[in-house]
């Protein structure tokens, strides 16, 4: 079984910045495929960011050039620096984990990221 558990997240004013970590343990996978999701009320939790254990990225074109994922120099791991935050990102980021090419996630409980004045 694989267990993933992210931390950050928070109350944060419009273009302030926040840092998400995601870290997955037990029977994780040579190659594998980890990131974000995000859910806001009423809507359907759609991709936010990813990267796989060879390094690459992929971004929602509504993040692109303000959130940055990475690796966190350990396997297994992945933060994501979201910069110029906005209003329209509030939602609950759930982090994701799963073998490359396979099509079952993993996932965290998610956290909670509020943008507001």
């Known amino acids: 079984q694989v267990q993933v558990v992210e931390s950050g997240g928070g109350l944060v004013q419009p273009g302030g910045s926040l840092r998400l970590s995601c870290a997955a343990s037990?029977?994780?996978?040579?190659?594998?495929?980890m990131g974000w999701y995000r859910q806001a009320p009423g809507n359907a939790r759609d991709l936010v960011a990813s990267i796989t254990s060879g390094g690459t990225t992929v971004y929602a074109e509504s993040v692109q050039g303000r959130f940055t994922i990475s690796s966190a120099n350990a396997k297994n791991t992945a933060s994501l620096q979201m910069n110029s935050l906005k209003t329209e990102d509030t939602a609950i980021y759930y982090c994701?984990?799963?073998?490359?090419?396979?099509?079952?996630?993993?996932w965290g409980k998610g956290t909670v990221v509020t943008v507001s004045s």
């Open positions: 994701y984990y799963r073998r490359q090419y396979s099509g079952i996630n993993y």
């Open positions: 037990g029977s994780t996978f040579d190659t594998y495929v």
